[in-house]
């Protein structure tokens, strides 16, 4: 049903919403946070931050692990890390594990990042190019508004956990949708089997 490019990159732009609701959420749950474990602004500041530190060490194997497990696989495994941290963050016992978990989501993030532009540049060739690449660019304001709109309300309703909850379920109805759905371009897959002969 989906090989039209347009619709594999709406499905591109939904997933890659993810990491940047997830990132946005800890901001939105900063007054819960900041109550739950006696933290100040300074604590609140390092666990945003912690999000995109795992970027300084996945950077240069980035496209070498992506290359290795395929785009599809490493994206997903990417949302699958990203919803372990997601379980543990409103579970965390103590904060030293809320930060764990919290570099644990952002390893995720950063791993599904490096492979959301190669699979767009897999399907959009020529002056097509740049229109997909800015749409699927316009994916992180749109999560930021998503979760500046959502999260807070979740939290105000039930709490860190009602907000860890609907940021999980989002994590997982883009896990689900890009492992039913998505199909890599026939000229990409059969240049990827090629190489691995």
Do not use: C
């Amino acid at each position: 049903m989906l090989p039209n490019r347009w619709n594999i990159l709406a499905l591109l732009f939904l997933v890659r919403t993810a990491p940047v609701i997830q990132y946005q959420a800890a901001a939105s749950l900063s007054p819960l946070l900041m109550s739950d474990y006696s933290l100040g602004i300074a604590e609140i500041g390092l666990l945003i931050g912690l999000y995109h530190a795992p970027g300084t060490a996945l950077a240069f194997p980035g496209g070498a692990i992506g290359a290795r497990l395929g785009d599809k696989r490493a994206v997903l495994i990417g949302l699958g890390l990203m919803a372990a941290g997601e379980l543990v963050m409103p579970l965390a016992p103590n904060w030293p594990v809320e930060l764990g978990a919290r570099i644990l989501t952002g390893t995720g993030g950063i791993l599904l990042n490096f492979m959301m532009l190669k699979m767009v540049a897999d399907w959009f060739t020529g002056k097509e190019t740049p229109t997909a690449m800015g749409i699927i660019g316009n994916a992180a304001p749109a999560g930021i508004a998503i979760a500046l709109v959502t999260i807070p309300s979740a939290g105000e309703i039930g709490g860190r956990t009602l907000a860890s909850a609907a940021v999980l379920g989002y994590l997982l109805l883009a896990f689900i949708f890009l492992a039913l759905v998505y199909r890599a371009p026939a000229e990409t897959a059969a240049a990827a089997r090629r190489q691995s002969l």
